[in-house]
């Protein structure tokens, strides 16, 4: 065997880590490693007090590396580890039943109802209000401020005015939760349809006007395309917001069912690990949605025949 042939598996071994560190894959997998890392030594350090107590009250006397071990097995940790936070996912979405109510994918899916009614709520009334301050300039002066003074509220604080309101007229279940949704998304949608529309330039409206476009042309002919890269960035934001109000809407109702449900009854009993637990699963439900917007703006970028950066 030449040396040449001995050399080429080396050099396709280098080619293929060049690859993987001009990408992204590369620096994301360094990241995760860092904070998995800082994740236990948070842990063990969160942890100690509390087991060295234990042992101390049942009257033992254990190594550090025993109390090492023990800060990283705990039932109720004050921080769970890593480790802890996958097998409780694994007991609660892939050895629960789908239809129990302890399978977090059951919670998931009550969540996500209502985040994907509240996005289309936010998502209409955000493209609308967004068009009509664009075309009536009375309207910009008199909306926008009051849609950014919106968002100055805490959520926390008008979720439940929204739910006891809805709930004395009869209105319950999925409806109150999106509106708490659509209040928190349908804001970035308007303000990035609104950049989008405005975006093209004068001398772009004034060769629309040469060729004699109506503004109903005008609009979807010039500002509406334009407006497309905006209008998926506000629905990247809005979709992740979204779901943050479906959690925030499932709190002061004392839900039965749904990620917040999970949150609330993690914090009833002390079940830090299964409130850690939910919390990974919103944020790889949101993380999903997120990619799926994404995605959604490809395929419209290729049908527009915009080319990738």
Same mark, same amino acid.
Not at 93 to 105: A, C, E, G, K, Y
């Given at each position: ?15 293929? #880590? %060049?690859? *993987?560190?001009?990408?992204?894959? /590369?620096?994301? =997998?360094? +990241? !995760? &490693? @860092? $904070? ?76 996500? #109802? %209502?985040? *994907?009614?509240?996005?289309?709520? /936010?998502?209409? =009334?955000? +493209? !609308? &209000? @967004? $068009? ?93 395309? @334009? ?83």
């Amino acid at each position: 065997m030449t040396t040449e042939a001995l050399t080429l598996p080396v050099r396709q071994a280098r080619q293929k #880590s %060049s690859r *993987l560190w001009k990408g992204n894959t /590369g620096p994301v =997998l360094v +990241v !995760v &490693l @860092a $904070v998995v890392v800082l994740w236990y030594v948070a842990a063990v350090a969160m942890n100690w007090q509390g087991v060295t107590d234990a042992f101390e009250r049942a009257g033992e006397q254990r190594s550090t590396g025993e109390i090492l071990l023990a800060t990283l097995e705990q039932e109720r940790p004050m921080l769970p580890a890593p480790h802890q936070i996958l097998i409780e996912l694994k007991k609660t979405v892939i050895d629960m039943p789908v239809t129990s109510r302890r399978n977090l994918l059951f919670h998931g899916w009550v969540t996500l #109802s %209502s985040t *994907l009614l509240g996005f289309a709520l /936010g998502s209409l =009334l955000g +493209v !609308v &209000l @967004a $068009v009509l301050i664009v075309h009536v300039k009375t309207l910009e002066r008199s909306l926008m401020p009051w849609i950014i003074s919106s968002q100055t509220i805490p959520i926390l604080a008008i979720a439940p005015i929204i739910i006891v309101v809805l709930g004395s007229i009869g209105i319950t279940g999925l409806f109150p939760k999106a509106i708490i949704s659509a209040y928190l998304c349908f804001f970035p949608i308007t303000i990035s349809m609104v950049k989008g529309l405005t975006s093209p330039d004068i001398m772009q409206r004034d060769l629309m006007r040469t060729y004699s476009a109506s503004r109903t042309q005008t609009f979807w002919k010039l500002r509406l395309p @334009a407006s497309l890269p905006y209008l998926f960035a506000g629905l990247k934001v809005a979709i992740a917001i979204s779901l943050v109000g479906a959690i925030v809407g499932e709190l002061p109702t004392g839900a039965q069912a749904g990620l917040g449900a999970r949150l609330l009854a993690g914090s009833y009993y002390g079940q830090t690990i299964q409130i850690w637990a939910a919390l990974f699963g919103a944020a790889v439900l949101a993380s999903s949605l997120v990619a799926i917007v994404g995605l959604g703006e490809r395929i419209v970028n290729s049908r527009m025949g915009v080319r990738a950066a």
